[in-house]
């Protein structure tokens, strides 16, 4: 092979690296199909963002632990205020001896559906800034976007990630050890896409992704406005 053979082998070869690793993570270009048909953006927006809904519908397979570490890197990178990164994450697999100490938790509304999920996490925060330790008042704030990131990150890898508040948030605290200055947030069903069949009855109704406010029922120019209430 002469130097000039070489050159393009090697530029062929990262463009084709770089296009199979961006295949893995960012599996829709596009709306899919089924989210079209309940939703639909009035300005232009990336997909990712009408895209993302939370199914209940899981197939009872486990995820794996590089995929929880892709939803953990998602979080890693979210903003916050002074770069604190207040959010703390605690996660079972489903075939861990910790799995049913988490499962208990949740409400028996969340149990009837949750019970084909793949892991559970559970989402808290810091309450104090580390460099001072003075109340932040954003904590909850910052982890809500290490939230989101985990949601879209989620569903680019074609996993379901389901928030809830449905779980004793007390009994959270006390058996799980979490120190008083941290505040317990959420909890999230994570697995593999199910048939709806899977669901009871009562949830397939309502299996499928929800419809939003429109702009100017949450957002205006200036002062607050009736319209917004
Ligand atoms: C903090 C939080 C708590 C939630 N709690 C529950 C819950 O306990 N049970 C449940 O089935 N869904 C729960 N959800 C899911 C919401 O109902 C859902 O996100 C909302 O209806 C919007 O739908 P979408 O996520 O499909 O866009 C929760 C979502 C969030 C963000």
Redesign the pocket.
Known sequence: MNKLNLFLAAVLGSITGFLVAKKSVCKQPQVNKLIAQYRTAEHPIDPLFIN?????AMSGQTVSKSEINSLLEAMRWAPSSYNEQPWRVLYVFKDSPEWQTFFDL??P??QE?VKNAGALMLLISKNNFTHNNTYSISHSFDAGAA?QNL?LQGDLLGLVV??????DYQKAKEILNIPQDYTV???YAIGKPGEITRLPEALRTTEH??DRKKIEQFATEGKFIEAIK
């Open positions: 993302r809904w939370s199914p209940r949740l409400v509304f969340n559906w939230s949601a389901h928030g809830m508040a449905g779980f947030e959420a909890m992704p929800s």
